[in-house]
């Protein structure tokens, strides 16, 4: 599975972005699919994941009422809605895909079998 991620910019505190994640290969959809996110300076930190067949869903603490994750497996792409962005939103944001989703450890980087390159997002204060 190759993925690719797209949709990141510049936007001011309280706006909104969506990310997309586009995957390759017939079996995209067998994944479970998941976003992490890098601050300058900080380690890579879960962000949220979704069920291959979109019916569980796991955020962060830190973007829960903020953010949702969804996914169309028929385009192969999986989305980020990003609303009400704050300055600590800042950060490469890559999306990952996992064979088999724990829902216990589903936000260690470990579990995660492939790695997209990452789209960039700031927010302005």
């Known amino acids: 599975v190759q993925l690719q991620a797209s949709g990141g910019g510049l936007v001011q505190a309280g706006g909104s972005l969506r990310l997309s994640c586009a995957g390759s290969?017939?079996?995209?959809?067998?994944?479970?699919m998941g976003w992490f996110r890098q601050a300058p300076g900080e380690e890579r930190e879960f962000v949220a994941v979704?069920?291959?067949?979109?019916?569980?869903?796991f955020y962060a603490d830190s973007v829960k009422g903020r953010f949702t994750i969804s996914r169309d497996n028929g385009k192969n792409t999986v989305y980020l809605q990003m609303n009400s962005l704050k300055p600590e939103d800042t950060a490469v944001y890559y999306c990952?895909?996992?064979?088999?989703?724990?829902?216990?450890?589903?936000?260690?980087?470990?579990?995660?079998?492939?790695w997209g390159q990452g789209t960039e997002v700031t927010v302005s204060s």
């Open positions: 979704i069920r291959w067949s979109g019916g569980s869903r």
């Open positions: 290969g017939r079996t995209f959809s067998r994944y479970g």
């Open positions: 990952a895909a996992v064979q088999s989703l724990n829902l216990v450890d589903y936000g260690l980087e470990s579990l995660y079998d492939y």
